[in-house]
């Protein structure tokens, strides 16, 4: 008699802890009180172009990558509970590397176009930028069309790159010399390229250039016009990522909403 109850109360005990186990849900679990903050569940890897300064560059000191974005996905990575990792990679191997899983997450000021969003799926914008054009302060070149007829450098597949061929097609179209469009693999390279004078004109993202004018103050490189592009930057990711598009976007609002990323701004850019 008292062996079958025993058995019975054993039996009970077990049914019990197996419901509790199913029940406890891992919100509950997390939010328990502690003021341990929960590990980080995933690590992801991002990736970047990092001659792109003020967004991404190598840093001098530490020989890693630094900047802009590379502060910001560490920010929205702490926001939304994952590990993230950043690496300089070359411009045109970015989204390979997401096709590859060699990457989780392209964060290298990327421009969100239609024709890359067939490949890709991108965060929510993240900064607004455009496309603007520098020159030696003594050049002949003071508006966008004297450039025709003239030797443009842009970084390659960049929307500077698209800029260039639309503007050189409009110039064809108006009967006008065309743009000679000089594509290099980096995006500093046309800063040395406009230098030694192997093009007239550059075309990049106006903070981009911006911050070369900051870091070359003796250049004499100058802006004449404002961007004549708007253009939004986005985190790229594996269509396939449900999970990661769930974790970047809401990291992203969550830093928009407290401050991080007005602090995040302020440092690169100064105050808006
Ligand atoms: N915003 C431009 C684009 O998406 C240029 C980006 C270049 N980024 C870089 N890290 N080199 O085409």
New binding site residues.
């Given amino acids: 008699m008292k062996k079958r109850f025993a058995i019975v109360s054993l039996i009970v005990l077990m049914v019990l802890s197996l419901v509790a186990g199913c029940t406890k849900e891992p919100e509950h679990a997390a939010a328990n009180g502690d003021d341990e903050p929960e590990a980080p569940a995933v690590k992801l890897v991002a990736v ?5 300064a003020p ?2 560059f190598v840093d001098e000191e530490t020989g890693k990558p630094a900047g802009f974005d590379v502060d910001l996905i560490q920010a929205i990575a702490e926001a939304a509970n994952f590990e993230v990792e950043y690496k300089n990679l070359d ?1 045109n191997s970015l989204i390979a590397a997401l096709q590859t899983k060699e990457a989780d997450l392209v964060v ?4 969100i176009t239609d024709e890359r969003a067939l490949e890709v799926k991108f965060s929510d914008p993240y900064f607004e ?1 455009g496309q603007a054009w520098c020159v030696e302060e003594d050049s002949p070149i003071k508006a966008l069309d004297d450039l025709s007829g003239k030797t443009v450098g842009v ?1 390659i ?4 790159d698209y800029a260039a061929q639309k503007l050189d097609e409009k110039f064809k179209e108006e009967d006008k010399p065309g743009l000679s469009i000089k594509r290099l693999e980096r ?1 500093a390279d046309v800063f040395n390229e406009l230098k030694v004078g192997g093009v007239d004109a550059v075309i990049s ?1 106006l903070p981009v250039i911006q911050e070369y004018l900051k870091n070359n103050p003796d250049s004499n490189v100058i802006i004449p016009e404002p961007a004549f592009t708007v ?1 939004y ?1 986005g985190i790229a990711m594996r269509k396939q990522d449900k999970d990661i598009h769930g974790l970047v976007n809401k990291g992203l609002a969550t830093i928009k909403a407290n401050g991080k990323y007005d602090e995040l701004y302020e440092k690169y850019f100064g105050t808006r």
Wanted: aromatic share 18%; with cysteine; hydrophobic share 25%.
């Fill in positions: 970047g172009e990092c001659t792109f967004f991404e411009w290298s000021g990327m421009t930028s970084q597949n960049t929307t500077g995006a993202d253009e930057y």
